[in-house]
């Protein structure tokens, strides 16, 4: 039933556009998000109001296979728009689709008015808007922009002509601009399609969107399509386009001239007050507008028109933001001027920015301790954030934020330490990710609130503080004898000062220790004390050739009544460990610890062929590269941290000995990936083949011994890639025929002679190639030649289509879902009779997002032979 209704109402409007197809001038598909698969369509179309073709409704498809016919809005119907010669026509309906995947949403209406003059036939060709949009959970719901000014503005020769869509959208993703091709029937590029004529150049600011022609060389009519691309972390989430009529007259009214106007940023609380004078050279009669997201959204912007009239017109635009008018991109306004003039009307454009910020967390506090520092603030409550950014530096430095500047940049010595999730997250804990924080440096902090959209609101003030000294201080952790069973470790800890509170003794000091693979600190020792003096301990009969070793020195004193009680402030401290990277040729040692000193030098000791252990190196960083080293050999170290400790008031010198620890060098650090191109290849009389050759530059890579390169390839934009050859080094291009579809995902990584592969780098194939194909004349007349109806199909990639053929009653002739169709012209045993045939046809094309239906329209012209007189 549906592709009968579908069929009568498109010959309706083929019927009609013969004598009324001067009618569509511009229009766009957008739509919202209602939940789940479902989603609200608007189909707008801007109509010539003296023709008698505006459509009560208008055919959709919705690019899962089905299609609808959407009705008119009434009320309001038809809207004319004032101070021109157009409607504005507003067509809704819902639509639910079957699950995730890329769906292209089409309009198609018969047919464009006459004299179009870039568009060969204009009278002839369909009129046609599309738009398409992605489902999927890895780009959650989404909604179109919405464009907020109407195409309907007319040029004039020489003058430069500016037209800006005001899109704006509402989940605040970036948006791109670009002029592309009007589109014809079933939604492809008009064929003769040309730019209009420009004395200088013709383009889209692909960020603001003001299109600009510079100047039209000639009057008439033109039509330009602007496509609108909507990004969310980089995917292309969605794609609308306008397309729009500009006629180009001959005149001498000048058009108004509007003031300049600078972008604008501002925190989320303050205000706008903005005036905009415009002028007329002529002395015209003067309109203004605006509009824009301010508009748009909550507690909108204000646009009071204080005085116009001949030759001027005295405006300002107001705006009291607030926290939800804050987002990571900037809202877009577009004001527009036009004169009215007796010859004929025209406008000025001017284009400006809004940036709204979200407002800084109050300041953050910092708490030390003996070797973390606790970092609380208050939750934001300016907007919904998601979580927080935590920046530390050391030592304090005055900030001031730039203009519009967000986060905390670099220059100002900051780094970001770490994210937190979560809005209601008010504290963090810097631990410095494990390592402990340096005693006697000043460890700044500001933060900043992340939101949703990515945005970040400006930096906190900052907060500083040091580190508290423990009690008692630990001073050493060094290994004294490598051994899987008589290892030993030396502890060492400075008298504990502040217990002169305390009644004299007796103390103890209680040894606790974590060992590699425990989880926590157990007792090991109790070392009693008089007068505190006692302060080390060798930590004996241990497996040293395991790392690290926690320990952590508690101490106690006796009250009164004889019970032991603890004194706080203990410290963690680990012993010194290695961390050995192989490459190739080299061995890059990392020192790690947990300790509350600050090591200023590493002795660095590798052994001998003798067995004993040479110094090779003294570094400043806990870093070292062992270069001009054996593949494939063992070769053992350990290292001496030399460091200090400030305690009340004196430099305590620190020496810790490490663990050993070996490595074996080789070749690990794999080649660059080449440089990929692919090209498809899809001829008529030929068969499908992608081209693929690739670049490699010895120079600039690695590795210069390649062995080898493989190509892989996958017909999916994820997924598992399949090995389709490997090839030797000097051979630098690959011609792959597809099994599925042309559309494909290729890598081609480089292999060197330890086998090391590059990084697989996808290059997907999105092929202009026409998977499928219908002929429109048939002569099943019995001589031999086209006597059967057949698509062509791309190298069989089609493996399914629905297609309807139907008479010019409208009554369905022939089904069938045969991607080769295969109609010999017979309609129940009888063949059909000379005449024109309407068909409808979802082609099934495997493309790399996805199996995608394409929905075909058109007319077969039957030549059956005089002798044939049946119809049915």
Request: with cysteine; net charge negative; charged share 20%.
């Amino acid at each position: 039933m549906r592709g009968k209704l579908h069929i009568l109402v498109l010959l309706m409007l083929l019927n009609v556009s013969g004598a009324y197809a001067t009618h569509n001038r511009a229009g766009e598909i957008t739509y919202r998000h209602i939940g789940g698969y479902t989603y609200e369509f608007t189909i707008t179309t801007y109509t010539y109001r003296l023709s008698m073709a505006n459509r009560s409704e208008l055919p959709v498809t919705w690019g899962d296979g089905s299609e609808s016919i959407v009705p008119l809005v009434d009320p309001p119907g038809h809207q004319v728009i004032e101070n021109s010669d157009y409607f504005k026509n507003i067509y809704i309906a819902q639509h639910t689709y079957p699950g995730p995947g890329v769906y292209q949403i089409l309009m198609q209406d018969p047919n464009r008015n006459y004299g179009v003059d870039n568009i060969p036939n204009s009278e002839n060709v369909i009129f046609s808007i599309k738009t398409s949009m992605l489902i999927g959970s890895e780009v959650g719901a989404n909604n179109t922009p919405v464009l907020l000014n109407p195409p309907i503005d007319k040029a004039t020769r020489g003058h430069v002509f500016i037209h800006n869509p005001a899109a704006y959208d509402p989940d605040g993703d970036s948006l791109s601009f670009e002029i592309t091709i009007c589109s014809g029937a079933n939604g492809e590029p008009i064929e003769g399609y040309v730019l209009p004529p420009v004395t200088d150049t013709l383009f889209i600011d692909e960020i603001r969107g003001d299109l600009t022609w510079v100047t039209p060389a000639e009057t008439g009519v033109y039509n330009i399509a602007i496509r609108v691309d909507e990004w969310r972390e980089g995917i292309r989430i969605g794609r609308i386009a306008r397309d729009m009529q500009i006629d180009v007259y001959e005149t001498e009214n000048n058009p108004p001239v509007n003031p300049d106007l600078n972008d604008i940023c501002l925190v989320a609380g303050d205000s706008i007050y903005l005036v905009t004078n415009a002028t007329d050279a002529d002395g015209d009669l003067m309109l203004q507008d605006i509009v824009g997201g301010p508009f748009e959204v909550d507690n909108p912007s204000l646009f009071v028109i204080d005085s116009s009239g001949y030759g001027h017109a005295y405006s300002h635009f107001s705006w009291v933001t607030d926290c939800s008018h804050a987002r990571k991109q900037p809202y877009q306004v577009v004001l527009k001027t036009e004169d009215v003039n007796d010859d004929i009307n025209l406008v000025d454009i001017e284009t400006f920015s809004i940036q709204v910020l979200h407002q800084a967390p109050n300041q953050p506090v910092a708490i030390p301790g003996t070797d973390t520092i606790r970092v609380e603030w208050e939750v934001s409550s300016c907007g919904t954030p998601v979580g927080y950014n935590i920046y530390r530096k050391q030592g304090s430095g005055p900030y001031t934020p730039g203009y519009c500047e967000t986060g905390v940049p670099e220059t100002t010595g900051y780094q970001l330490l770490d994210y937190v999730a979560g809005g209601s997250t008010s504290h963090y804990t810097d631990d410095n990710k494990g390592s402990g924080l340096v005693p006697g440096n000043e460890y700044c902090y500001r933060i900043t609130a992340v939101y949703n959209d990515g945005a970040e609101s400006l930096s906190s003030g900052e907060s500083c503080t040091s580190l508290v000294p423990g009690n008692p201080p630990i001073l050493k952790v060094s290994v004294a004898v490598n051994d899987e069973v008589n290892g030993a470790i030396d502890l060492a800890w400075a008298v504990p000062r502040g217990t002169d509170t305390i009644d004299n003794g007796p103390y103890r000091y209680e040894i606790l220790r974590m060992a590699p693979g425990e989880a926590v600190l157990t007792s090991i020792a109790i070392i009693p004390s008089a007068d505190l003096t006692d302060t080390s301990y060798t930590d004996a009969g241990i497996n040293t050739l395991e790392y690290p070793y926690f320990y952590s020195v508690v101490l106690y004193y006796q009250d009164d009544f004889g019970e032991w009680q603890l004194i706080p402030g203990n410290e963690l401290a680990s012993s010194q460990y290695i961390h050995i990277a192989a490459s190739d040729n080299s061995l890059a040692l990392t020192m790690s610890k947990r300790a509350p000193w600050n090591n200023t030098a590493y002795e660095v000791f590798r052994e001998g062929p003798s067995g004993s252990f040479d110094q090779i190196a003294t570094v400043i960083e806990p870093e070292y590269t062992d270069t001009g080293l054996v593949n494939e050999r063992t070769y053992t170290y350990y290292t001496i941290g030399q460091g200090v400790r400030p305690l009340f008031g004196s430099d305590y010198l620190t020496e810790n000995r490490s663990h050993l620890a070996s490595g074996i060098p080789m070749d690990t650090i794999p080649p660059c990936p080449p440089e990929l191109y692919v090209s498809s290849e899809c001829d008529l009389d030929t068969i499908p083949y992608n081209y693929l050759s690739w670049e490699y530059s010895v120079d600039t890579c690695y590795d210069q011994d390649v062995i080898a390169f493989v190509v892989y390839s996958r017909d999916s934009l994820f997924g598992d890639f399949r090995v389709l050859d490997t090839l030797g080094p000097d051979t630098y291009t690959y011609q792959d025929l597809p099994g599925n579809s042309i559309e494909q995902c290729y890598a081609v990584t480089a292999i060197d002679s330890a086998g090391n592969e590059s990084e697989r780098l996808p290059y997907c194939v999105y092929s202009v190639c026409s998977f499928f194909q219908l002929p429109n004349v048939f002569t099943p007349n019995g001589d031999g030649v086209n006597d059967s109806y057949v698509s062509w199909n791309l190298n069989g990639y089609v493996k399914e289509v629905n297609m309807t053929i139907y008479n010019r009653y409208g009554k369905e002739v022939y089904l069938t879902r045969d991607p080769y169709i295969n109609w010999n012209g017979m309609i129940n045993n009888k063949l059909a009779t000379s005449g024109v045939y309407y068909y409808i046809c979802d082609v099934y094309e495997p493309r790399i997002t996805g199996r995608v239906i394409k929905t075909l329209k058109g007319f077969i012209h039957v030549y059956a032979g005089e002798q044939n007189s049946f119809e049915e």
